[in-house]
């Protein structure tokens, strides 16, 4: 009883999905892209901060601390296991991030591109690079730890 009332529902779709008909004229539809230069913008972004280099906040830590700020640079690591962290350097600096409360996460293919980073310091130190690849080993740079509240990676 129940098999037919089963056939009886479902048996019409089923041969009406495995009907082949002729396929319908093609229309050209319009083409929606995305802007190219969309920056993809993470967690929440108030009102522009103040511009600091990574040096700068390094240098001047006391000044910046409890103040929310605005950095940028290039993205050089991202925690592969979620996003949590990133870690991102400019000329003279380098930063380590952590996303705020893991309230949002970094993709984890960020590395290489441009990130603008509001945040606030938590830490800072000096400490030396040895990246033999790029040319500076050796090269003193300021380490910054900072926990951001938002990102835009171009």
């Known amino acids: 009883m129940i098999i037919r009332r089963a056939c009886a529902f ?12 002729s396929p319908s004229p093609t229309v ?5 892209t995305a802007p190219a230069s969309a920056p993809l913008l993470l967690g929440a972004l108030s009102a522009p901060a103040s511009s600091v280099t990574l040096s700068d906040l390094a240098s ?7 103040k929310t700020i605005s950095t940028d640079g290039v993205v050089t ?11 991102m350097k400019d000329e003279h600096g380098f930063a380590h991030i952590r996303m705020h ?3 949002f996460f970094v993709p984890k ?11 606030t310091i938590v830490r800072a130190d000096d400490e030396t690079e040895c ?9 003193a740079m300021t380490r910054v730890e ?3 509240t938002g990102i835009e990676l171009d």
Request: hydrophobic share 40%.
């Open 77 to 87: 690591a991202v925690c592969q296991e979620m996003g949590c962290w990133m870690e």
């Open 146 to 148: 900072l926990d951001a």
């Open 131 to 139: 990246d033999e690849k790029s040319g500076d080993a050796g090269k």
């Open 60 to 66: 001047h830590a006391a000044d910046y601390r409890g």
């Open 109 to 119: 293919t960020a590395s290489g591109h441009h990130a603008r980073v509001q945040a």
């Open 10 to 21: 479902w048996g019409p779709l089923v041969f009406s999905l495995g009907c082949a008909k």
């Open 28 to 32: 050209d539809a319009p083409v929606i």
């Open 101 to 103: 409360g893991h309230s």
